[in-house]
């Protein structure tokens, strides 16, 4: 793990990416409302890192949604007394319980080392989700004037927040054997 002053850095230019993303769609958001009348169009420069920003945003979004769930120690019995090899093996708990774990360790500030990623992970989150809501409910709302970076990231909210409901509900697919 890099020294603190490196991490802190880091941590700077990734608020900063994330206060780009916020103000840039922001802005954007805000105009077309402004404007409902007539359709906003936007330079290809600002497009261009606008769409560059969201998808870092929403990336790190998708990847705290499909992180590995984490092993719960107490979740699992006693073990039996014995040498190890007769001890069972449990598998760490599944299902929803261990996805709201991992979320909640993600994006809740923790202790130590991870309470930075955790307080940068959570802006992340919540960030994109925010915005991803205000993008589909401006384009559902004003429609054919919406700009197109308006209306692509709330196509991209749209495929992320189907991806994670279906990845809730997932039913594993089974084995072949």
């Known amino acids: 793990m890099p020294p603190s002053w490196i991490r802190g850095f880091?941590?700077?230019?990734?608020?900063?990416?994330?206060?780009?993303?916020?103000?840039?769609?922001?802005?954007?958001?805000?105009?077309?409302?402004?404007?409902?009348?007539?359709?906003i169009e936007f330079p290809p420069e600002y497009v261009y890192v606008a769409t560059a920003l969201a998808g870092l945003v929403g990336g790190v979004a998708a990847m705290i949604f499909n992180e590995k769930l984490p092993d719960d120690p107490a979740a699992r019995p006693a073990a039996p007394a014995g040498p190890p090899a007769a001890q069972?093996?449990?598998?760490?708990?599944?299902?929803?319980?261990?996805?709201?774990?991992?979320?909640?360790?993600?994006?809740?500030?923790?202790?130590?080392?991870?309470?930075?990623?955790?307080v940068v992970s959570s802006m992340y989150v919540i960030g994109?989700?925010?915005a991803g809501v205000a993008a589909i409910v401006t384009w559902v709302r004003v429609s054919e004037n919406t700009a197109d970076l308006v209306k692509n990231l709330a196509l991209i909210s749209i495929g992320l927040f189907v991806a994670i409901a279906r990845s809730f509900f997932h039913v594993p697919q089974p084995q072949q054997g």
Do not use: E, H
């Open 88 to 118: 069972p093996t449990t598998p760490s708990a599944s299902g929803p319980a261990a996805a709201a774990t991992a979320f909640v360790q993600a994006v809740i500030p923790g202790d130590g080392k991870n309470r930075l990623f955790a």
């Open 10 to 39: 880091m941590a700077v230019i990734a608020a900063g990416v994330f206060v780009g993303f916020g103000y840039m769609y922001g802005a954007a958001i805000i105009k077309v409302w402004a404007s409902p009348d007539k359709k």
């Open 128 to 130: 994109y989700f925010l």
